[in-house]
């Protein structure tokens, strides 16, 4: 999603590392570097940044960067902007890192299990993810930890602090920072990919009048709901306006037109959707809508035009494209 990014390194626990490279192979993930994790949240990072400095830890060195940022990935949500802000604020402090204002206040317990005191929420915020550094300093911090700290410790900022003398700029994160903790989180998260992916639609249709009235009438009835890019054309598998639509990470399509059942154009669509990986993250949905404007009232498909469409809908998916078809007849 972030182009500018060099390379991507994927810390994970050692009994899960094949499983993680059945996932970037599957999905077709380029940059990735895989690096296994040590048995806390510190040794894990340190391990991810050796692969910079020390030969043990890569087949190959991969070229130092000026500014590394470490992200959780229960943070899935997390956007180029503030990822952006991040960095350039560790360029020119050392350190950053993204905070939320704490939503509960926290307290501290005494040897009795009474309350020993509180903390004033206002002054203190929660640290979250994404935190950048300057790669020297976090790596020179990460040589000097004691054991305690790469036992014990959460917090990077402080030990770039506590070993770099660099205090790090603080920038106001995003609620999309929120982290997927509980079982429960997974359903929320869920919701937020199915709801974001649902908002766009891209319209194909011909340019015959028929076709075009009823991309018309779709887009008066949804325009307030859903953002719904028209495009006007007979499809070409090199046409620009198609293709600006997949650059604009559209994952929802419906190709209208007036050849009753043929699915010669749904064919060019996925043919193009392939070609531009864009089903590789989420399900592409594609509903072709076949009209019979036919001055015969009967309408009629054989079952070898419907088994072909069964056929190619069934094949399709297994590329990640749900392909629906819609017969419709109208005068």
């Known amino acids: 999603r972030v182009g500018w990014i060099s390379n ?3 810390v994970v626990s050692p009994e899960n590392t094949e499983k993680m490279k059945s996932i970037i192979e599957k999905y077709g993930h380029k940059r990735v570097t895989i690096v296994k994790g040590g048995r806390t949240r510190h040794r894990s990072i340190f391990n991810g940044l050796k692969v910079f400095a020390e030969n043990q830890f890569s087949n190959h060195l991969l070229q130092k960067p000026e500014v590394v ?6 943070r899935p949500f997390v956007e180029e902007d503030i990822i952006s802000k991040v960095v350039m604020a560790a360029k020119e402090h050392g350190a950053a890192g993204a905070i ?5 206040t926290v307290i ?6 009474c309350l020993d005191h509180s903390l004033e929420r206002a002054r203190y915020r929660a640290s979250e993810m ?28 402080h030990l770039a602090l506590k070993y770099c003398k660099t205090n790090a700029k603080l920038v106001e994160g995003t609620a999309d920072l929120w982290k997927v903790t509980y079982k429960r989180d997974l359903y929320a998260a869920e919701s937020i990919i199915k709801d974001s992916l649902s908002q766009h639609v891209c319209v194909i249709t011909t340019g015959k009048e028929a076709v075009a009235q009823v991309r018309f009438l779709l887009q008066e009835s949804l ?3 859903i953002t719904i890019e028209a495009i006007s054309l007979s499809l070409s598998i090199n046409d620009s306006h198609v293709q600006s639509s ?10 209208i037109n007036d050849n009753k059942y043929d699915i010669q154009e749904t064919q060019q669509l996925v043919d193009m959707l392939e070609k531009s990986n864009i089903p590789v993250l989420y399900p592409i949905v594609l509903i072709s809508v076949h009209l019979d404007i036919s001055e015969n009232i009967s309408f009629h498909i054989g079952m070898e035009e419907l088994t072909r469409i069964k056929k190619f809908a069934r094949d399709v998916k297994n590329k990640n494209i749900l392909v629906y078809s819609l017969l419709i007849q109208c005068k």
């Open 108 to 113: 501290a317990s005494a040897a009795d299990g």
């Open 130 to 157: 994404p935190q950048a550094f300057l790669f020297d300093i976090i790596y020179k911090a990460y040589q000097q930890c004691t054991d305690y700290d790469l036992d014990y410790g959460t917090e990077c900022l």
């Open 69 to 74: 940022i470490i992200h959780d990935a229960v």
């Open 8 to 10: 991507i390194i994927v």
């Open 246 to 255: 997949f650059s604009g990470q559209c994952y929802n399509f419906i190709c």
């Open 100 to 104: 939320r204002p704490l939503v509960s």
């Open 223 to 225: 325009k307030s709901q």
